[in-house]
């Protein structure tokens, strides 16, 4: 590693979804996967600064972090400059640190797993199951007063517990998924706008109207979002509310029996591929992150985010003169379940292998208390958990940020089953991979699309046994 590698308060459970984005800047792959509730309503008096020194980084002896995270350019910059903030207030503290694209990001975790290396301190997503064994709880950090937790409600410190009550990190952001979209494209092809109510009969339709007029993709990727956001989604949509879910409540099997609820998502997502309102993998594999995303450069009309990544995009796109819009998911049945619930992005997590965990802990209660660092990173994570922190930035929040606040509190109204799950089951990248094969193989006729329900759900059915 080189140092400097260049110089509204949701009150319910979230469960943690592979949300999320990554590189070095020796090696500058970047890719965002993603991945938020609310501001509160400004607070009658203005927020108190977060102590910046904390009791692990008070002594003057020099401490050295090593950190790592994945995302987009914007990103990296930012979470850059808060770093360089940090050391600024703690002359004692050097943070090393690497950024990668996603999936870098997990080929470079896995070799330092390996080797007992892994970061100070590290970003995870909803696969944090996988390395449970390379977290070292914060319980012991807040109990002494180190980790801060004081303005994070109960509910988002669930989003980063394991099932046992043991808090493994602290949320770096609350989002939820939806569909960012041009209404000037819709228009311009004469395709309904997406509504509150619209179905996914209504997303293929107008993706398909707009490829035929337009002759752009009517819709960008899911990315690796797809299997969380897309066909785990369409189950939980189905049957009366929190009927069903992918995988059971406890993660001990499957959350529904039939395997054939799956096949009108993979065939609607088969016959959008086959007509070119669907980018194929060769296509998709060109969107190296959210801010080259078709829907960016003009060659789709919408595309799937986790709406942590909705300014951003918003931004880029208002520089070339177009607005966007954020839709919420189509839904199985108009007035049915929306299958939407609020979820946190990523976590800051401390390593077992680190020297310096306490410090490490005081990093994390910093980046996710502190309204300073928190002014540079603009929610770009996810809505923050602090209260304090998201009245702050709800103050001078962009059109962009706005929407995207606005968007989550209505996702927060809608009707949630009253437990699902928190986490995802080890293996589960595999299933998606598979998943995401499977369909390829609807396309070029070699499987059905029930066969490819079939074969998903006996993927995931394995991982229990």
């Not at 004692?92 to 690497?98: F, G, L």
């Not at 494209?185 to 509150?196: H, S, Y």
């Not at 096949?263 to 594999?285: H, L, N, V």
Request: glycine share 6%; net charge negative; hydrophobic share 40%.
């Amino acid at each position: 590693m080189k140092k400097k590698l260049v110089s509204l308060l949701m009150a319910m459970t979230m469960i943690a979804g592979s949300l999320a984005g990554c590189g070095s800047q020796a090696e500058n792959t970047e890719a965002e996967t993603q991945e938020q509730a609310p501001a509160d309503t400004a607070a009658t008096e203005a927020p108190a600064q977060t102590e910046t020194k904390q009791e692990a980084t008070a002594s003057d002896e020099p401490i050295t972090l090593r950190m790592a995270w994945w995302g987009s350019q914007d990103r990296h910059d930012k979470t850059i400059a808060a770093i360089e903030l940090y050391e600024s207030l703690n002359p004692n503290v050097t943070i090393e640190y690497e950024y990668y694209s996603f999936d870098d990001y997990f080929t470079k975790l896995k070799t330092l797993v390996a080797s007992d290396e892994v970061w100070d301190v590290f970003q995870l997503g909803g696969n944090f199951p996988m390395y449970l064994d390379k977290i070292c709880p914060l319980d012991e950090y807040i109990a002494s007063g180190v980790v801060d937790v004081s303005k994070i409600s109960e509910a988002n410190l669930k989003t980063t517990r394991e099932t046992d009550g043991t808090q493994l990190g602290l949320t770096n952001g609350i989002n939820t998924y939806g569909i960012a979209y041009d209404p000037a494209m819709f228009e311009e092809a004469g395709a309904e706008l997406p509504t509150e109510d619209w179905t996914w009969e209504d997303y293929q339709k107008a993706a398909d109207t707009i490829t035929e007029k337009l002759g752009i993709f009517g819709s960008s990727t899911f990315l690796t979002s797809d299997f969380i956001a897309g066909c785990s989604t369409y189950i939980g949509q189905q049957g009366t509310l929190g009927q069903y879910s992918f995988f059971n409540l406890d993660l001990t099997g499957m959350g529904f029996d039939d395997p054939q609820m799956l096949t009108p998502f993979i065939q609607m997502r088969a016959d959008m591929i086959k007509k070119g309102s669907y980018p194929d993998a060769g296509a998709s594999a060109e969107v190296t992150n959210i801010e080259n995303d078709f829907l960016v450069t003009g060659e789709a009309a919408m595309t799937w985010v986790a709406v942590n990544q909705f300014p951003t995009i918003y931004n880029v796109c208002a520089d070339q003169g177009r607005e966007l819009a954020l839709a919420p998911l189509p839904k199985v049945t108009a007035g049915g379940n929306s299958g939407a619930l609020i979820q946190s992005s990523q976590m800051l997590c401390v390593s077992q292998d680190s020297e310096h965990k306490e410090a490490a802990a005081a990093f994390i209660s910093w980046f996710e208390n502190d309204i300073d660092c928190n002014n540079i990173l603009q929610a770009e994570r996810g809505i923050p958990a602090n209260e304090d922190v998201r009245a702050a930035l709800a103050a001078s929040a962009t059109k962009g940020q706005q929407i995207m606040y606005d968007y989550v509190d209505s996702i927060s109204q809608k009707p949630t089953p009253k437990e699902y799950n928190v986490l995802s089951p080890d293996g589960q990248d595999q299933v998606q991979d598979n998943y995401l094969n499977y369909i390829q193989q609807v396309v070029s006729g070699e499987i059905t699309a029930a066969e490819a329900a079939e074969k998903t759900y006996a993927d995931a059915e394995a991982i229990f046994k």
